[in-house]
């Protein structure tokens, strides 16, 4: 395949087109050696489809940028819980973040031996899930506020199991992310403010069957200024020289997770979607003045963005877009210019680091098919109605977040050599290939059922397939069955070969819960 694509790849190593045949001017895109035409003929549509080799790829890349340090990677079950994606990661040395009584049993379906590298967040843990991972053996708690530390003790002491602890802290540091998945400033509902957490630890120490391990930070998801995370590192590091002189134990710091992906044109916007910035940096000072603690470390000035920060630190980041491994080169720089961000301040602190990475690990490595039911216009404006719907992509209507679309099957009206040939972009569009500007929509009862509005697209016609990119993380997790629509099939490719790791639901499937 690499011949054929190696200047029309979309997502390397994942997804590019291909499987032109000699004088045709079509070309088709597949992910890795399976053509997503023929997925889709099989499997019917919608149908999320997932490389192996990218998520492997990005593992790996990780290892790499943290090798300086002992660290394990806690893959963050929320982006993506399909068994098949959780065994491809247990098989790549992952271990797991999980935020559910729920998430951990997928863990123990498929690997037991992924346990003793289990992380368990989240703000609500009830009695019975922290039964379950007590009696399951995970490494880490990760605590949110005095009352489940002391129902945490309680059920400890009466299984009579030890319970490693870390209180997830909220540093007060603005994630210049969407408002709905920024999570460390003071008026959120996660962790808690480092002044109060002292005097948790100090009442963790006391209790007999908790033993007070390390300290965690989460500050958001979908961050694209590495210099949040240092900011936030800087002051959890602050604290753990504070633990420390206190007595405790302090041997983990749990960086969570968060570093975003690219999503495509719309990346500044998505940025500036969160309107609160400045009164949130505002916060970030007077409560930095309040709680006496100052970062130790410069951190990358606020408003840079990780492509801004790459270009000044890796000023060839994109230099090298026609080589098939292109995008991936991008992705380990990215995650040097992140490491780098969550590395400063950890010198000579002597700490294992847990990541809970999620979206970077899985989201540019799934596409949503999806078939062209109508083209139909309403006065002047065009929409593509699209048999997926926001039940099976909640991410657009839910955070107005921008996917790329882009056809399956493309065929260039231009007769002589087409301008994509001979360009090294990468780039979807042909300016030679006939456009339109139309909504994507799907065919539910709300008005915010869409993927794309007033989008320049390569005209499609009816019966058509088209791709909806970056969907392996918050996609199919985040899917409904509203409208008693069934949930979409899941494919996962793995070399020329393709496996359904979740079958399509039927309306059966949905109403046998139900008494009737
Ligand atoms: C505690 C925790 N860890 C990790 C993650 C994963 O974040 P991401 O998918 O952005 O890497 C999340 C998601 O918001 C989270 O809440």
Redesign the pocket.
């Given at each position: 395949m690499k011949s054929a694509c190696a200047s029309q790849a979309l997502r390397p190593p994942a997804f590019a087109y291909g499987g032109a045949t000699s004088g045709s001017r079509a070309t088709e895109l597949h992910c890795e050696g399976v053509s997503l035409e023929t997925l889709a003929a099989r499997h019917g549509t919608p149908l999320y489809v997932y490389s192996a080799a990218m998520i492997r790829a990005r593992v790996d890349a990780y290892r790499q940028a943290f090798h300086s340090i002992p660290n394990t990677l806690c893959y963050?079950v929320?982006?993506n819980s399909t068994f098949g994606i959780l065994r491809l990661l247990a098989n790549a040395g992952a271990g797991f973040?999980v935020?559910s009584g729920g998430e951990l049993e997928r863990v123990l379906r498929v690997s037991r031996k992924a346990v003793s590298k289990v992380v368990f967040?989240?703000v609500g843990k009830t009695a019975a899930e922290m039964e379950l991972a007590l009696r399951s053996g995970i490494l880490l708690f990760?605590l949110e506020s005095a009352s489940e530390l002391n129902l945490l003790s309680a059920t400890a002491s009466r299984l009579k199991k030890r319970a490693a602890i870390a209180v997830?802290v909220n540093p007060d540091v603005s994630a210049k992310t969407h408002p709905y998945?920024s999570?460390g400033l003071h008026r959120h509902k996660?962790g808690v403010p480092i002044p109060e957490a002292r005097a948790l630890y100090a009442q963790a120490a006391k209790q007999p069957y908790l033993s007070v391990a390390g300290v965690?930070v989460?500050i958001?998801?979908?961050?694209t200024d590495v210099g949040s995370f240092q900011e936030a590192i800087a002051r959890v590091v602050d604290f753990v020289r504070v633990l420390r002189k206190d007595g405790h134990d302090i041997r983990y710091i749990d960086a969570?997770?968060?570093?975003?992906i690219s999503y495509g044109d719309n990346d500044e916007a998505d940025a500036d979607a969160n309107a609160n910035t400045d009164a949130d940096n505002a916060n970030v000072k007077e409560s930095l003045i309040k709680s006496q603690l100052s970062p130790v470390y410069p951190r990358v000035p606020c408003g840079l963005s990780l492509s801004r920060v790459l270009n000044q630190s890796f000023p060839n980041a994109n230099a090298d877009d026609d080589n098939d491994d292109g995008a991936q080169v991008d992705f380990a720089k990215q995650i040097a210019a992140y490491a780098k961000a969550v590395l400063a301040p950890l010198r000579g602190m002597n700490l294992h680091l847990l990541l809970?990475?999620?979206?970077?690990?899985v989201?540019p490595a799934g596409v949503l098919l999806t078939r062209v039911l109508y083209r139909k216009t309403n006065y002047r404006k065009r929409f593509l109605i699209v048999d997926a719907a926001m039940n099976d992509l909640l991410r657009p209507s839910l955070y107005g977040a921008y996917h790329e679309i882009v056809p399956v099957r493309r065929t260039s009206r231009a007769t002589g050599p087409t301008k994509l040939e001979s360009t090294k972009s990468g780039s979807i569009e042909s300016e030679l290939t006939e456009t339109e500007i139309t909504d994507v929509v799907g065919p539910i009862c709300e008005t915010g059922d869409f993927f794309a509005r007033d989008r320049k697209l390569p005209l499609v016609a009816e019966g058509d397939l088209l791709a909806i990119l970056d969907v392996g993380?918050?996609g199919a997790v985040l899917s409904s069955n509203y409208n008693t629509r069934p949930r979409a099939a899941e494919v996962l490719v793995d070399g020329a070969k393709a496996k359904v790791i979740r079958r399509r639901e039927t309306v059966e499937d949905q109403m046998r819960p139900e008494i009737q």
């Open positions: 963050s929320k982006a973040d935020v967040s989240g990760n997830r998945i999570t996660f965690s989460h958001g998801s979908q961050i969570g997770g968060g570093l975003g809970e990475p999620g979206r970077s690990i989201g993380a918050y």
